[in-house]
């Protein structure tokens, strides 16, 4: 006789080994021999413990503003009574090397943050240039990248990157219930050498601290969601059976052939810069067309954030969505707003995908 009775196992909290993975995962994924530090939350936990464990009066940042989240990690830090000169570019224009090397002349900061890309406005900073000169200056480097991993390189050991929060809801197509926060040595140097940075808080990385070196730990760190943690550890074994570089190429072909669309249809790319664009989205000049002026998302079409709004609209190739069904049918549904014949886009896209197959 067949058994259809099911025995209900109880749930069983993250193993050590399982634990161990995840943290070689995202070893791997970062390209650091250091382990990171699991954030039991939402990426932007990760960024404003960043921030609360870092600033402290007397202390001096430049923080670049390209988007909405570089915003917001400054006053963080000036909450934290440090004292920061913003470099602030418009929001259809990524920073330069140029920009960054004077402000850091004029400043002379302890330590520079910034957004390395954005998936709100769709732009990418140089952050290889921008790593570079940090290294120059003997700077702390903080970046948030939870919009660029998964879709183009973030070598954190090579580019000596000090803090990198990550999350994996983005191009990883994994959970946004737990991220993580990449430290190096001098980046723990940094926190605990800060009177000011939180202990026994929510936002304390101090308190997150993995063993040093090599050394295995003995139990998993109670406070890691365990089920966000499982798909975590799917996400990036889905990730390395692809190939990390193969994920960043199919982001970034998905870019190419979303612009390639979108120009056969006569609109533009919101982001005038085409050496320094999102591969995650492609936003889309609106320029006063009210056919554009969409309330909600239709698909992965979607409208600008906040202050964006009216001025852009997103289209979201990323994770899953960087493929070329998402972007053709988000082509189709611009060419649906503007009253156009779809076809010829369309063929636009189909044709970066098969130069990149
Ligand atoms: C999405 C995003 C975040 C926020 O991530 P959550 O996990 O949703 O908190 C932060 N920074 C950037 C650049 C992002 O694109």
């Given at each position: 006789?067949?058994q259809?009775?099911?025995?209900?196992?109880?749930?069983?909290?993250?193993?050590?080994?399982?634990?161990?993975?995840?943290?070689?995962?995202l070893?791997e994924?970062?390209?650091?021999?250091?382990?990171?530090?699991?954030?039991p939350?939402?990426?932007?936990?990760?960024?404003?413990?960043?921030a609360?464990?870092?600033?402290?009066?007397?202390?001096?940042?430049?923080?670049?503003?390209?988007?909405?989240y570089?915003?917001?990690?400054?006053?963080?830090l000036?909450?934290?009574?440090?004292?920061?000169a913003e470099?602030?570019?418009?929001?259809?224009?990524?920073?330069?090397?140029?920009l960054?090397?004077?402000?850091?002349?004029?400043?002379?900061?302890?330590?520079?943050?910034?957004?390395?890309?954005?998936?709100?406005?769709?732009?990418?900073?140089?952050?290889?240039?921008?790593?570079e000169l940090?290294?120059?200056?003997?700077?702390i480097?903080?970046?948030?990248s939870v919009s660029?991993?998964?879709?183009?390189?973030?070598?954190?050991?090579?580019?000596a990157?000090?803090?990198?929060?990550i999350?994996?809801?983005k191009?990883?197509?994994?959970?946004?219930?737990v991220?993580?926060?990449?430290?190096?040595?001098?980046g723990?140097?940094f926190?605990?050498?800060?009177?000011?940075?939180?202990?026994?808080?929510?936002?304390?990385?101090?308190?997150?601290?993995?063993?040093?070196?090599?050394?295995?730990?003995?139990?998993?760190p109670?406070?890691?969601?365990?089920?966000?943690?499982?798909?975590l550890?799917e996400?990036?074994?889905?990730?390395?059976?692809e190939?990390?570089?193969?994920?960043?190429?199919?982001?970034?072909?998905?870019?190419?052939?979303a612009?390639?669309?979108i120009v056969?249809l006569?609109?533009?790319?919101?982001?005038?810069?085409?050496a320094?664009?999102?591969?995650?989205?492609?936003?889309?000049?609106?320029?006063?067309?009210?056919?554009?002026?969409i309330?909600?998302?239709?698909?992965?079409?979607?409208?600008?954030?906040?202050?964006?709004?009216?001025?852009?609209?997103?289209?979201?190739?990323?994770?899953?969505?960087?493929?070329r069904?998402?972007?053709e049918?988000?082509?189709?549904?611009?060419?649906?707003?503007?009253?156009?014949?779809?076809?010829p886009a369309i063929?636009?896209?189909?044709?970066?995908?098969?130069?990149?197959?």
């Amino acid at each position: 006789m067949e058994q259809t009775e099911r025995t209900y196992k109880g749930f069983v909290p993250l193993t050590l080994p399982e634990f161990n993975t995840l943290t070689r995962q995202l070893s791997e994924l970062l390209s650091t021999q250091h382990p990171s530090v699991i954030i039991p939350g939402e990426a932007i936990l990760g960024i404003e413990a960043v921030a609360a464990g870092i600033s402290a009066p007397g202390r001096k940042f430049i923080n670049i503003v390209t988007g909405p989240y570089g915003s917001l990690f400054g006053e963080w830090l000036e909450r934290g009574g440090a004292m920061v000169a913003e470099v602030k570019v418009p929001f259809d224009e990524v920073v330069t090397a140029e920009l960054v090397a004077a402000a850091i002349d004029r400043h002379r900061p302890d330590a520079i943050s910034f957004v390395q890309a954005e998936v709100v406005t769709g732009g990418s900073n140089p952050a290889k240039a921008i790593f570079e000169l940090a290294r120059q200056h003997d700077l702390i480097t903080v970046t948030d990248s939870v919009s660029a991993v998964g879709g183009e390189p973030l070598l954190v050991d090579e580019w000596a990157v000090d803090f990198a929060a990550i999350g994996a809801q983005k191009a990883l197509a994994g959970p946004n219930g737990v991220s993580a926060v990449s430290i190096s040595p001098r980046g723990w140097a940094f926190l605990e050498s800060n009177a000011h940075a939180p202990r026994n808080s929510i936002l304390s990385l101090l308190d997150l601290k993995p063993q040093p070196g090599n050394l295995a730990p003995v139990r998993v760190p109670p406070n890691i969601p365990t089920l966000e943690a499982r798909a975590l550890i799917e996400a990036l074994a889905a990730v390395e059976e692809e190939g990390l570089d193969l994920v960043i190429r199919r982001h970034s072909t998905a870019a190419a052939s979303a612009v390639a669309g979108i120009v056969a249809l006569g609109l533009a790319p919101w982001q005038k810069d085409s050496a320094h664009r999102s591969t995650l989205t492609t936003t889309v000049r609106i320029a006063g067309n009210p056919k554009l002026g969409i309330a909600q998302p239709i698909g992965i079409v979607a409208p600008g954030d906040g202050e964006l709004r009216g001025q852009l609209l997103r289209i979201n190739h990323f994770g899953t969505n960087a493929s070329r069904d998402s972007v053709e049918a988000a082509i189709a549904t611009l060419a649906g707003l503007l009253e156009r014949y779809a076809a010829p886009a369309i063929e636009a896209v189909r044709q970066v995908w098969e130069a990149q197959a």
